[in-house]
C-alpha cells in the first residue's frame, strides 16, 4: 500500500511518518505540497498515485485564527474539501485528522463519535466546515478526532513552537508561581501513541467514518501541569485559576472530552506523559 502523508513536517505528521515507515510512503512538506492549491495537489497526488492519504496538514494557531479567519477556513475547510474531491474522482482513502475543538464542551459525560457538532471558536469551526465538506465529498474516509497534542517533533527545517509542556516547564524555571487552567477538560494525547493507533486502524480496514483516538484518563490544564510537575520534581508553586482569569480572546470547550467507542482504548494519559517525559 502507497501512503501520501500530507503535513509531514508538523508534530503529529513527524510521528506519522515514523510509524508507517514499513510501508512505502511519501512524506509531503510545505510549499511543495499546499492543500489550498487544488489543481497543482491533484496534478502530484495523480503523478504519485497513491492508495491511501494522511491528511495531517492544517493551520492549527487557535489563537491566531482569531485573527486570521480567511486563512484558517482556507485550509482547514477549503483544503479539504480539495482533499475530499480529489480522493472521491480517483478512488484513494482519504484519512483526515481532525479535533475535539469541533465540540461545544457542554457534555460532562464526553462526546461520542456520532454526537452533533458545534464549534465555539474560528479554529473548531473551520475544522467542523472541512469535516461536513469530508463527509459531503468523500464516500471512502476515516476522520479521526483527537485532542491535547503533544509531541516531540521539530518541523523540518525550521523550528517549532513549543507544545504545552515546553512552555509549562519554561514558565516554572522563570517564575516563582505558575497558573494554570483547572476547569478545561480533555485528554492530553502523545502524537506517538495517536500515529499507532491510526497505524492499527488502517492495517485492520474497520468501516469507513468517525472515530475518537485519544490517550485515556480525563485531565483539566491544572491537573496536567501538575504531573508535569510531578515526573520533572518541579517544586514551583502551581495554582489553579478559572478561565475567565486567564488572558485569551478564544472561547474554549469546557469538556472537550472524547469519547471512543469503536476502536481499543489506548493507554492512560499519565502513562504516555512519563514516557514523553523520562
Ligand atoms: N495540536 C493539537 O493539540 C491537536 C489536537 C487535536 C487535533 N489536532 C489536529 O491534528 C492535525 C495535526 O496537528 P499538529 O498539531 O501536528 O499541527 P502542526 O504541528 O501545526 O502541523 C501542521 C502542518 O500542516 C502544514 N500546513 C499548514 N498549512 C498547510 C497548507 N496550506 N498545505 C499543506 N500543509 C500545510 C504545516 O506546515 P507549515 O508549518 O510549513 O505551514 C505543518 O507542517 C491537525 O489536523 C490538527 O487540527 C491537533
Request: charge should be positive.
Amino acid at each position: 500500500m502507497k501512503i501520501l502523508i500530507l503535513g509531514a513536517g508538523g508534530m503529529l505528521g513527524h510521528d506519522m511518518v515514523t510509524s508507517f515507515r514499513q510501508n512505502e510512503i511519501i512524506s509531503a512538506y510545505t510549499p511543495e505540497w499546499d492543500i489550498t492549491k487544488k489543481d497543482i495537489l491533484e496534478k502530484k497526488i495523480i503523478q504519485q498515485s497513491p492508495d491511501l492519504i494522511i491528511n495531517c496538514a492544517a493551520y492549527t494557531d487557535v489563537e491566531g485564527a482569531e485573527d486570521n479567519k480567511d486563512l484558517a477556513f482556507k485550509v482547514n475547510a477549503e483544503g479539504t474539501l480539495n482533499l475530499a474531491k480529489i480522493c472521491q474522482k480517483n478512488k484513494i482513502v482519504l484519512l483526515h485528522l481532525s479535533t475535539e475543538y469541533v465540540f461545544a464542551g457542554i457534555k460532562k459525560e464526553g462526546y461520542n463519535e456520532e454526537d452533533p457538532t458545534h464549534a465555539l471558536n474560528i479554529y473548531g469551526s473551520s475544522k467542523e466546515e472541512g469535516e461536513k465538506y469530508l463527509m459531503a465529498n468523500c464516500e471512502k474516509f476515516y476522520l479521526v478526532r483527537s485532542s491535547w497534542l503533544y509531541g516531540k517533533a521539530s518541523q523540518k527545517g525550521k523550528p517549532r513552537g513549543k507544545n504545552f509542556i515546553e512552555k509549562i516547564i519554561e514558565l516554572a524555571q522563570l517564575k516563582t508561581q505558575v497558573k494554570v487552567v483547572n476547569d478545561q477538560f480533555g485528554k492530553p494525547t502523545f502524537t506517538k501513541d495517536l500515529a499507532q493507533a491510526v497505524k492499527a486502524l488502517i492495517e485492520e480496514k474497520p468501516a469507513y467514518g468517525i472515530y475518537h483516538l485519544i490517550n485515556e484518563g480525563t485531565a483539566s490544564w491544572y491537573d496536567f501541569a501538575g504531573e508535569i510537575f510531578k515526573i520533572k520534581n518541579i517544586k514551583t508553586d502551581l495554582l489553579p485559576i478559572s478561565s475567565t482569569d486567564y488572558n485569551s480572546k478564544v472561547i474554549r470547550p469546557k469538556f472537550a472530552v472524547l469519547n471512543n467507542n469503536k476502536r481499543p482504548l489506548l493507554r492512560h494519559w499519565q502513562e504516555a506523559l512519563k514516557e514523553y517525559l523520562t
